[in-house]
C-alpha cells in the first residue's frame, strides 16, 4: 500500500495551506486549496529555444549528443531545432544535419521549429514528424520578431498547418508575449487568448503560452490562463515561463492548479530571445523537476542525468549552469568527490608508513 503523507500548516489558514502528496499514487494533490495535477508532460526547448541565443557556435556533434542524453534522462519531449534562415539563427544552421543524426528513442518526440512554409518543407525532408509555429499576442512583438502582424502570420500558419495535415505532421502552437511586451508594455488576457483560440482552430493540437520576457507574476499568468480556459481546452494548453524576474516557478505552480498540465523547460536555464533585450533563459528543467519531485507529480525524468546533461552543455559552453538545483547537486558532488580523494590520499599515506 503506497505510503501517505500529510503535511498540515498550523496557522488560522491551516485548511487552506494544506499538502496532501499520495506516493505512489495517481490520486490528484492538492496545493492552497486548489488541486494539481497527477503527472505533467515536460517539453525541453534546450537545444532549440536554448542554444538559439547562444553567440558562440555550437558543434553539431555536441548538439546531438545534448538530445541524446535528455532522452535518456527520460524527457518525452525534446525540441531538437529550428528550421529557420541560418541568416537570422545562424547557430542552428545545421538543422537538417542534427535532426537526421539524432538516435531517436522509442516514446520520444522529437519536433522542431518550422515558421513559415519554406521551414516546414525543409523540416518534412529532414524527416520531421512534429512541428511547432509561433506567433505573439503583441503586434508591435510581432513585427520586430518576424515581420508582419499578427493577422498576417496567422494566414501564413494556416498554410503551414493545412500542408502539415496533409503530410500526417503534428502541430504545436506558441503564442509569445502573453502578459507583456518590451515594446508595448502590458498584454491584456483577451488578446492572448484569441491568439491561443486561432491556433487551435487552424489544427494546433496544443498552444504552449509564453512569457517570453518574464515579466508574469502569479497574479498575471493566473488571469491569462483563466482567459485562454473560455476558448482552449485546458488540456490543450502548455506553460513557457522565462525567468527574468525569478517567477518562472511560480507561474508553473499557477498554471499546474488551473489546470495545465504542460510545461515547456530549458536545461541550465539556457535560453533568452533575440528580439527581446534583457530577456534572460527560460526556466531551468532541473529546477521545474525539483518542485514536481516535492509535490509528487509524476513526471518521468531522472533529475541526476538531467544534471548530467546539465553539466556537459554548460560545459561545452564554457560556464556554469544557470540552475539553482543543477548548481547545488553539481557542488554536492564536487564536495564529495574531494572528499574521497583526500580520504585515499589519506589511506595511501597510512598504508607507505605502515
Excluded at 117 to 144: D, H, L, Q
Excluded at 218 to 228: H, L, S
Aim: charged share 20%; glycine share 8%.
Amino acid at each position: 500500500m503506497a505510503a501517505h503523507y500529510s503535511y498540515t500548516v498550523h496557522t488560522t489558514f491551516a485548511n487552506k495551506l494544506r499538502v496532501t502528496v499520495m506516493t505512489g499514487s495517481t490520486d490528484v494533490q492538492e496545493f492552497l486549496g486548489r488541486s494539481l495535477p497527477a503527472s505533467i508532460t515536460i517539453v525541453e526547448v534546450g537545444p532549440r529555444d536554448g542554444l538559439q541565443n547562444e553567440p558562440t557556435k555550437v558543434p553539431t556533434a555536441i548538439k546531438v549528443e545534448l538530445i541524446e542524453r535528455l532522452a535518456n534522462a527520460g524527457l518525452p519531449v525534446v525540441e531538437t531545432t529550428s528550421f529557420v534562415s541560418p541568416k537570422w539563427v545562424p547557430q542552428l544552421a545545421d538543422a537538417a544535419e542534427v535532426l537526421s543524426r539524432v538516435t531517436k528513442r522509442p516514446g520520444v518526440r522529437y519536433p522542431v521549429l518550422a515558421p513559415n512554409m519554406k521551414g516546414f518543407e525543409n523540416a518534412v525532408k529532414a524527416g520531421a514528424n512534429e512541428v511547432a509555429i509561433f506567433t505573439a499576442a503583441s503586434e508591435a512583438f510581432n513585427r520586430k520578431n518576424i515581420n508582419c502582424s499578427i493577422d498576417d502570420s496567422l494566414r501564413k500558419f494556416e498554410e503551414v498547418a493545412k500542408a502539415a495535415k496533409q503530410e500526417g505532421v503534428a502541430v504545436r502552437g506558441y503564442v509569445s508575449c502573453v502578459v507583456g511586451c518590451p515594446y508595448q508594455g502590458k498584454v491584456e488576457p483577451k488578446a492572448a487568448a484569441e491568439v491561443a483560440a486561432r491556433l487551435y482552430e487552424m489544427g494546433c493540437y496544443e498552444v504552449s503560452m509564453g512569457d517570453t520576457i518574464g515579466v508574469g507574476t502569479p497574479a498575471t499568468v493566473a488571469t491569462m490562463f483563466e482567459a485562454c480556459k473560455e476558448v482552449v481546452p485546458v488540456d490543450k494548453l502548455g506553460a513557457h515561463m522565462h525567468d527574468t524576474y525569478g517567477q518562472a516557478l511560480a507561474n508553473i505552480l499557477t498554471a499546474l492548479q488551473l489546470g495545465v498540465q504542460v510545461v515547456d523547460s530549458s536545461l541550465a536555464g539556457l535560453g533568452g530571445c533575440p528580439y527581446a533585450k534583457g530577456a534572460t533563459g527560460n526556466v531551468a528543467t532541473e529546477d521545474v523537476v525539483y518542485m514536481l519531485n516535492g509535490f509528487g507529480i509524476h513526471h518521468g525524468v531522472d533529475l541526476e542525468k538531467l544534471v548530467d546533461a546539465s553539466a556537459f552543455i554548460s560545459q561545452a559552453l564554457g560556464r556554469r549552469p544557470n540552475s539553482r538545483v543543477a548548481e547545488a547537486m553539481l557542488r554536492k558532488r564536487e564536495a564529495a568527490a574531494a572528499q574521497q580523494k583526500q580520504q585515499e590520499q589519506q589511506h595511501g599515506d597510512t598504508a607507505r608508513t605502515a
